[in-house]
């Protein structure tokens, strides 16, 4: 047995407690490499979240003193268009031609089929910037853009631009003057203070109506439809034989009324009746008594099946041309649709039922103060970091006013130009005068629905434009369409039913923070945004547990 000296034992107790100290040391880093890379990406994520919301600054677009011919522009130019392809050739031709005038300008287009896309795709690359340049789009749209700072340029200066503004001395080609724009549709691109778009297209809502039934039923058609009429009339329809087939059309089908957009439906009938809806500055006020009485009115039909939706029926044209609706509300722009002698429609031949369609405007309350909401696409232009790139873009922007645009693309559908100038020109009076000529190009329906919006223009509206304005019309609409189905599925409503849907909708559409000053419409956050806050929850979450980890280690 052999006995340390103090010497040695002195010693060998350093040794052990450097190796200690060592070990206790490596460990050390290894947390702080491991905290280090956590905090790494965290700080990394924050950074890009921040992005995601565009409020990365943007330096504001001031109008150069000329445009630059010299370099080459290429600019994106995102556009809706559904199945006609009458709509795309005229964007492939305006581009075309465009790109003559201005040869140092590339366009390339991005085809959409659906609003909502456009929208959700801008939002998500607003923050990576990489928006198109120019977009068709909707001020409720835009009203969000806006959320990042000098995302959206504002057009008041380049309008009043003796060079480049409307009518400009520099233009290549012969745009409207300001006075030639349609006042009522230019003032729906204003957002706060100043226009943030230009319209491109306007249409509004129209009840095609199959004339022939009415009159079966023993009705008149009146000259203004109204909202007591149209429910009396689809209620009469409903009667069965013995056989339980509609007397009506002989069908075991009948759906008297049908409207497309809920939310459109919603709006209207708040504003005949000057009820609230909201603020221009935001403030919400649909939860009111008379949407009350109008979800029981909805209720009521619905219960006998007298009334139906796009979302749960399907396109009203399809039931209309059928023979198995009297009443469908739609798009003035979907005139091509209705009717016996629609030539675009989704059903086939032999399911037709010949009958004589009127156009209407939708059912009012009141037939000496008619009230009719107004839409359609505008276009908007991006801010870029080059304001030549900008200049560019506006170009081609004022380029799709000019006539043979106008006009062109008015005539696929029931729209009706934006300007003054292309509706006085020669050949759109044409267009309107060859009405019912054929029933493709001068289909009697859609010329009759252009009309009607031409005749109508004092008596439109439209909705309040702010940051979480789109977040209220589709809680407009889902009410509707809640209290429909809810019917169908034999549930009572009543005034416990009601409040319920107000508290639900209130808080699905996150309408008690819409229309605050800075506040983002987050009810619309960008999938980009939801990926990284997932990942900075897990990484925090990491970051706890690991520091856990080496506490507990260090006890033992």
């Known amino acids: 047995m052999s006995f340390l000296g103090k010497e040695e034992k002195t010693a060998k ?54 445009f630059d011919t010299s370099r080459q522009y290429e600019i994106t130019f995102w556009a809706k268009n559904d199945t006609n392809k009458a709509q795309t050739n005229i964007y492939e031709n305006a581009i075309a031609s465009f790109e003559e005038i201005y040869p140092n300008i590339k366009v390339n287009m991005r085809l959409y089929t659906d609003y909502g896309k456009i929208y959700n795709d801008v939002i998500t690359n607003i923050s990576t910037d990489t928006a198109p340049n120019v977009c068709i789009t909707y001020p409720d749209h835009i009203a969000t853009y806006l959320t990042g700072d000098g995302v959206v340029v504002a057009l008041d200066k380049l309008f009043e631009d003796p060079r480049y503004g409307f009518g400009g001395s520099e233009l290549r080609y012969d745009g409207p003057q300001r006075e030639e724009m349609v006042d009522a549709f230019l003032e729906e691109c204003v957002i706060g203070d100043a226009h943030y778009a230009i319209p491109y297209m306007r249409s509004t809502e129209a009840c095609y109506v199959n004339k022939t039934y009415v009159e079966a039923l023993g009705y008149e058609l009146p000259e203004v439809l109204t909202w007591d009429y149209v429910w009396e009339v689809s209620e009469a329809a409903m009667a069965k034989d013995a056989e339980g087939n509609f007397m009506l059309n002989g069908q075991k089908v009948m759906i008297p009324f049908i409207y497309k957009s809920t939310d459109n439906m919603m709006i209207q009938m708040l504003r005949q009746q000057d009820a609230g809806y909201s603020t221009e500055e935001g403030t919400i006020e649909i939860f009111n008594d008379t949407t009350k009485e109008i979800l029981y009115t909805v209720a009521e039909h619905a219960g006998t099946g007298a009334f139906s939706t796009f979302k749960i029926s399907s396109y009203p044209a399809n039931f209309l041309n059928a023979g198995q609706c009297i009443f469908a509300v739609d ?165 416990a039913y009601i409040d319920a849907l107000y508290d639900k909708m209130n808080s699905l559409y996150r309408l008690d923070q819409t229309g605050q000053a800075g506040q983002k419409d987050f009810g619309k956050m960008p999938t980009a945004s939801v990926i990284l806050l997932v990942f900075l929850a897990v990484a925090w979450v990491a970051l706890a547990l690991l520091w856990i980890r080496d506490r507990k280690k260090e006890k033992h």
């Open 13 to 66: 107790k350093e040794t052990a407690i450097k190796e200690t100290v060592k070990i206790k040391n490596g460990k050390d880093r290894a947390r702080k490499k491991r905290i280090g890379a956590l905090g790494v990406f965290l700080l990394s994520a924050a950074f890009l979240l921040s992005g995601c919301h565009g409020s990365r600054a943007r330096k504001e677009f001031e109008i150069p003193e000329s």
């Open 331 to 495: 798009s003035t722009a979907g005139a091509t649709w209705m009717g016996s002698d629609a030539p675009l429609s989704d059903i086939s031949e032999d399911k037709f039922v010949d009958f004589e369609t009127a156009v209407k405007t939708v059912p009012q309350f009141d037939t000496e103060h008619l009230q009719m909401i107004s839409q359609g696409p505008s276009v908007c232009i991006f801010n870029k970091q080059d304001p030549q790139e900008v200049l560019a873009s506006w170009l081609f922007a004022q380029y799709l006013l000019t006539n043979d645009v106008q006009v062109a693309y008015a005539e696929t559908e029931g729209y009706v130009p934006v300007t003054k100038k292309a509706m006085e020109s020669a050949a759109y009076v044409d267009y309107l005068d060859r009405i019912g000529e054929d029933d493709n190009a001068h289909y009697e329906v859609k010329i009759l629905a252009s009309e009607l919006l031409t005749e109508h223009v004092d008596d439109t509206f439209v909705t309040p434009v702010f940051n979480g304005s789109t977040s209220l019309r589709d809680a407009a609409g889902q009410m509707i369409e809640s209290v429909t189905k809810s019917v169908r599925r034999k549930e009572t409503v009543d005034d």
